[in-house]
């Protein structure tokens, strides 16, 4: 994350991202599939991931990554090999991006759900732990029921973010804001339409 200066002088914080190019892998059309989407292909590598044995030869540029996303707009002009690139989006529009958040692990329900500590003092000996967890009956837990667990890594999606740099040298995007995941995730971009 950096901060850039807008028109009032006021620092705004900025997440830029890696926005090479991508590969349209596939059309999909309502005739064959049932539904209309574009499969793009990002991250190409020039070898085949493992030894090709036979009359079977991989292409040169195979994609690394594959995302499938629906299309409603009739008049779409793609073909597969083209490439889309961050001059897709123009600053100011409004987007969503969905990456998976960072992992933090077991976790216990102080960290995990915000729950309060113990008293430290008159006697009390359970600092973290989570307490009684029911009554008598019905004499079992019920799903969903705010324990410890696993924390962190599910997929997350920030709405309403606004794009406020695009520089399609150097392959980079901006957001206004935070976006989620770590550092060298992947990260969807989608327009709100």
């Known amino acids: ?13 900025v997440t830029l991202l890696s926005a090479s190019p991508n590969v349209v892998t596939q059309l999909k059309s309502e005739e064959t599939d049932g539904y209309r989407g574009v499969q793009l292909g990002f991250e190409t590598t ?51 991006a969905t990456g998976l958040s960072k992992g933090k692990g077991f976790a216990g329900t102080i960290k995990r759900h915000n729950f309060h500590l113990g008293r430290k003092t008159h006697g009390g000996r359970s600092y973290r732990r989570p307490g009684s967890i029911g009554s008598m009956y019905p004499q079992r837990i019920f799903p969903g029921k705010k324990m410890a667990g696993q924390m962190g890594h599910q997929k997350v999606t920030t709405k309403n973010l606004r794009v406020a740099i695009i520089d399609t040298d150097l392959g980079v995007i901006g957001l206004r ?17």
Do not use: N, W, Y
């Open 46 to 96: 020039k070898k085949p991931s493992k030894p090709q044995t036979g009359h079977f030869k991989a292409s040169k540029a195979t994609p690394k990554i594959i995302r499938e996303f629906r299309v409603t707009d009739e008049d779409i002009d793609l073909s597969v090999g083209d490439h889309l690139a961050a001059d897709a989006f123009s600053v100011g529009d409004v987007v969503k």
């Open 1 to 13: 994350m950096t901060s850039i200066l807008d028109e009032k002088g006021a620092a705004v914080p």
């Open 177 to 193: 804001g935070a976006v989620p995941g770590p550092k060298k995730g992947l990260v969807l971009i989608r327009g709100t339409k």
